[in-house]
């Protein structure tokens, strides 16, 4: 992995999250795993037999499957892609045995059959797929999820942060734009910039555990 050019703490100014993109914890049918707990008993059972797929290295769906890996104590192999086309299109062989990706990539196939879910890597349940349970349920704590935010660079004036910290609150509580969110996946969220960057300070340090747990340090 190359190292960012920039520094995602320190050279923005938080002005509000806007929401979530849930993934979604899916295995080929083929997979005799209906539940997660199941699905991690298979793992152990059968040590480094099972593949994790994801549309390349770094890429969160990488990133979502070595925080499985590592919370469930589980040796599963990471294959990645050049895009989540080649990814899905293995997955849906059963050339791949189990992602955790996009609900919003997946849920066509989940509906139609082509995938199981068998958890959704919110801490809540998603309306989208709303008897499906979270991974957290099984695996406590277990979060990973698109978190998408906006943000100013560094030293942007506090009068303007709060006008579009305001702004977008507003547009965020419409209620077709709520709508519309939904039927993305997208759950909306707004709030503070201080709680904005609290999110982005725990993210860092959370992921930066599992890049460097999974061998992944920057160049």
Do not use: C
């Amino acid at each position: 992995m190359k190292k960012l050019p920039y520094d995602p703490v320190f050279d923005f100014a938080p002005v509000s999250s806007v929401g979530t993109v849930p993934n979604v914890l899916v295995v080929h049918p083929s997979v005799p795993a209906k539940k997660v707990k199941e699905l991690i008993a298979l793992a152990k059972a059968k040590p480094g037999t099972l593949n994790f797929s994801s549309s390349g290295v770094g890429a969160s769906s990488h990133l979502a499957g070595e925080l499985f890996k590592s919370m469930a104590a589980v040796d599963i192999t990471h294959v990645p892609y050049k895009g989540t086309g080649p990814s899905l299109q293995d997955l849906l062989s059963g050339t791949i045995q189990m992602a955790i990706d996009s609900i919003n990539v997946l849920l066509p196939h989940i509906k139609s059959g082509g995938l199981r879910a068998l958890g959704v890597s919110t801490l809540e349940w998603n309306h989208s797929l709303p008897d499906l349970p979270t991974i957290s349920e099984t695996l406590p704590g277990f979060e990973a999820a698109a978190f998408v935010y906006i943000t100013g660079r560094a030293g942007t004036p506090r009068p303007i942060i709060e006008r579009l910290n305001k702004a977008i609150n507003a547009t965020l509580k419409e209620p077709e734009v709520r709508e519309r969110l939904l039927t993305l996946g997208f759950t909306a969220a707004g709030g503070t910039p201080e709680k904005l960057d609290a999110r982005i300070k725990s993210e860092t340090v959370k992921w930066k555990k599992v890049i460097e747990a999974a061998g992944l340090k920057p160049e």
